[in-house]
């Protein structure tokens, strides 16, 4: 299958989408902070540069892209019809990544929590999350993507 668009423009419309500061963090941001907790952002001294980082509870979070981050079953992480092979490989080196990021930030200590872009809309739901992430034995952070589940599709 051919790209719709020529090379050019695909990698200008790539390039142009952020890592940092993207509407679903700055929207956990805002409901994290009307809940009363307070947090630094993007520390580069913590493994995989945290999105939100509580550091009197020792917790981390990040703010995962579906289509990036491989949400399973989620309809926004569905793999390009073209280059296949090139996104499958990204996408597992994308999840190899953040496992191992996770392991790095438990060995030193720290908790860590992923809220998914596709979460970001239901802000009860933000809510919940955080306060079981927060909150003195609150709720396990959802199941990380693994490998296995990386190159397939996910329902329309």
């Given at each position: 299958?051919?790209?719709?668009?020529?090379?050019?423009?695909?990698?200008?419309?790539?390039?142009?989408?952020?890592?940092?500061?993207?509407?679903?963090?700055?929207?956990?941001?805002?409901?994290?902070?009307?809940?009363?907790?307070?947090?630094?952002?993007?520390?580069?001294?913590?493994?995989g540069t945290p999105d939100l980082v509580f550091p009197s509870r020792r917790?981390?979070?990040?703010?995962?892209?579906?289509?990036?981050?491989?949400?399973?079953?989620?309809?926004?992480?569905?793999?390009?019809?073209?280059?296949?092979?090139?996104?499958?490989?990204?996408?597992?080196r994308t999840v190899k990544r953040d496992r191992f990021v996770n392991e790095?930030?438990?060995?030193?200590?720290?908790?860590?929590?992923?809220?998914?872009?596709?979460?970001?809309?239901?802000?009860?739901?933000?809510?919940?999350?955080?306060?079981?992430?927060?909150?003195?034995?609150?709720?396990?952070?959802?199941?990380?993507?693994?490998?296995?589940?990386?190159?397939?599709?996910?329902?329309?």
């Amino acid at each position: 299958m051919v790209d719709r668009i020529d090379a050019a423009t695909r990698s200008r419309n790539m390039s142009r989408i952020r890592s940092i500061d993207t509407q679903a963090e700055l929207a956990v941001r805002r409901i994290a902070h009307s809940l009363g907790y307070r947090f630094r952002i993007h520390r580069r001294d913590l493994p995989g540069t945290p999105d939100l980082v509580f550091p009197s509870r020792r917790v981390v979070l990040f703010v995962n892209g579906c289509f990036w981050h491989r949400h399973d079953g989620c309809r926004r992480a569905a793999t390009p019809k073209t280059r296949t092979e090139f996104w499958k490989d990204k996408f597992r080196r994308t999840v190899k990544r953040d496992r191992f990021v996770n392991e790095a930030l438990a060995n030193s200590g720290w908790r860590t929590g992923v809220i998914w872009e596709c979460e970001t809309r239901d802000r009860d739901h933000i809510t919940r999350l955080l306060r079981g992430y927060l909150e003195q034995g609150g709720e396990e952070p959802p199941g990380t993507p693994n490998e296995d589940n990386v190159s397939a599709t996910a329902p329309n």
